[in-house]
């Protein structure tokens, strides 16, 4: 008896409601089950996947397209903008042809392209030596990462996008132009060479505390593929070895279900995404951070006083919540058939996870410790300089889906490893795992194949 209102309400919600549910109330008083959805896919009475749709259009678009405001750095203190219209358009310098924009790295999206424009790609009667060709592709909002304002027949400013490092395309009309595909890091671009095309660079010269030609020697030291977030907290632009201290661009799919993020673990996917946002690409937000008010370890961050920022308008924290759902929702792509060897990579899959010890970490398949996934130098038997870089002074366990799209440049942080077989090689060492020479064969198969 007891039950009789909550039954009644029930009742009432089903008959109210039309479209779609089925209100079944048991009258034997012993069990009321809840109204079901008839068709749970949908969309137009599940407001949940209606918002998870909304979510990753508005995280696709902030991914892809937002640039936080950051065009007031960009563009209006490093007037990158001006070498790349050039003299001719009212800048400075040669102006950036289409040749070297895809020489340091940057993709062209083809999906954005006009028709003639494609059509003139595809017929190579399109000047690749003309800068005017550089500014149309920009124009069309076609250079993956890059978003410019014109001012008459130039530019009037420049500002960058997550897209810009952790986005590439697949060359379907050509080297460096074809079809977006978000998330893969871009191992061609060239950051540091592009920031220092840039004619003033003295915000960084006064961040950092040295002179503009030492800046721009660090900027293009780095390489391809490359891009230093740490050294804006420590100024610490060279390893003890005296190689540049900038690290690979990592994956940016694959991540949900994953704890920490960045090879130092950081923090969580936001926390991460509201760091480089204010302080990497210099967008207009709030980050707040009291492990970097430490001037011992990061002077220049505590300097800058980047543990409190607050900028106003915030053009960043509102858009974290779409910006998170979307990267969470990129899937690890898939080796492409015949890649690898599949009887190799079926016999290496045992390797892993037995013999050699490696699903101890990478745990299938997150391939990442389910919980905290951090580890000391000591226990991967590298040294400790970018550990030491971060708060917990630990390397986080890199999830390893989708290897493939990132051999270039090489594996671990910094690329010291030249390939799977290496890696493998290094944890055999350290590990003192006793892998008989087809155990590490299958192996690489098998790591080629996730
Ligand atoms: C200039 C290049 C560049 C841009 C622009 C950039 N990133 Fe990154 N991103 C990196 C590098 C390099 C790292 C590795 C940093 C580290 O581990 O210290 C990284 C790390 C990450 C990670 C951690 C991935 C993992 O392995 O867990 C995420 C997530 C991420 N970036 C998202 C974003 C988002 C979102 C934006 C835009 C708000 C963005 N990044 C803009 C270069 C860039
Ligand atoms: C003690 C935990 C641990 C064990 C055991 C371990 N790994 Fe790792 N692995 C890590 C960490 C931490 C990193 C990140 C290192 C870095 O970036 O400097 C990593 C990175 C890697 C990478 C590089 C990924 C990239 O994108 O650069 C590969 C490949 C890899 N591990 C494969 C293996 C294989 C194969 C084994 C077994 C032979 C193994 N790991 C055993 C923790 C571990």
């Known amino acids: 008896m007891k039950t009789r209102p909550v039954q009644i309400a029930i009742v009432a919600a089903a008959v109210a409601c039309t479209a779609g549910y089925v209100g079944h109330v048991d009258t034997g008083a012993q069990q009321t089950s809840l109204p079901t959805f008839t068709d749970r896919n949908d969309r137009s009475i599940d407001p949940i996947g209606r918002n998870a749709e909304r979510m990753i259009d508005a995280g696709r678009a902030i991914f892809r397209f937002d640039t936080f405001g950051d065009e007031a750095f960009w563009g209006g203190m490093l007037k990158l903008h001006t070498a790349i219209e050039g003299r001719r358009f009212g800048g400075v310098g040669p102006g950036l042809t289409p040749a070297n924009a895809l020489s340091l790295g940057l993709k062209v999206d083809v999906d954005a392209l006009p028709a003639s424009v494609l059509g003139a790609i595809r017929q190579r009667r399109i000047d690749l030596d003309d800068p005017a060709v550089t500014l149309a592709l920009l124009d069309a909002n076609a250079v993956v990462g890059v978003k410019a304002r014109r001012a008459g027949r130039g530019l009037a400013s420049v500002g960058i996008q997550c897209a810009l490092c952790h986005s590439t395309v697949d060359n379907a009309v050509a080297p460096g132009i074809g079809h977006r595909l978000d998330g893969w ?147 690890a792509p898939r ?100 892998l008989t020479e087809q155990h590490k064969r299958d192996l690489v198969e098998f790591l080629k194949s996730l």
């Not at 721009?216 to 977030?229: E, H, T």
């Not at 040294?383 to 630990?394: C, E, H, K, M, T």
């Not at 999830?399 to 090689?425: I, W």
Request: some cysteine; charged content about 20%; aromatic content about 10%.
């Open 185 to 331: 890091p871009n191992r061609d671009l060239n950051v540091g060479a592009i920031i220092a095309l840039a004619p003033d660079l003295s915000a960084f010269a006064e961040l950092l505390g040295i002179d503009e030609t030492t800046v721009r020697a660090v900027l293009n030291s780095w390489g391809p593929g490359r891009f230093d977030a740490e050294l804006v907290l420590d100024g610490k632009a060279f390893r003890p070895d005296g190689k540049t201290a900038a690290t690979l661009i990592p994956a940016a799919f694959g991540l949900a279900g994953v704890n920490l993020h960045t090879y130092t673990g950081w923090g969580s996917v936001p926390h991460w995404n509201a760091f480089v946002a204010n302080l990497e690409m210099h967008g207009s937000g709030t980050f707040v951070d009291a492990r970097l008010n430490d001037a011992a370890r990061f002077p220049v961050a505590a300097r800058a006083g980047f543990a409190d920022v607050r900028n106003e308008p915030d053009l960043i924290t509102s858009k974290l919540p779409a910006l998170q759902f979307y990267q969470l929702a990129i899937p």
């Open 335 to 434: 080796p492409p058939r015949g890649s690898f060897d599949e009887s190799g990579a079926a016999r290496g899959k045992a390797v892993f996870n037995g013999a050699a010890r490696c699903a101890s970490c990478h745990v299938p398949p997150l391939y990442t410790e389910p919980g905290w996934n951090m580890h000391t130098p000591a226990e991967i038997g590298i040294d400790d300089f970018q550990s030491s870089r971060s708060p917990d002074q630990r390397y986080r366990t890199t999830p390893l889906a989708g290897l493939f799209t990132r051999h270039k440049g090489g594996f671990y942080h910094d690329g010291r490893f030249a390939d799977l077989r290496q890696v493998v090689e290094h944890y055999n060492a350290v590990l003192n795992l006793n």
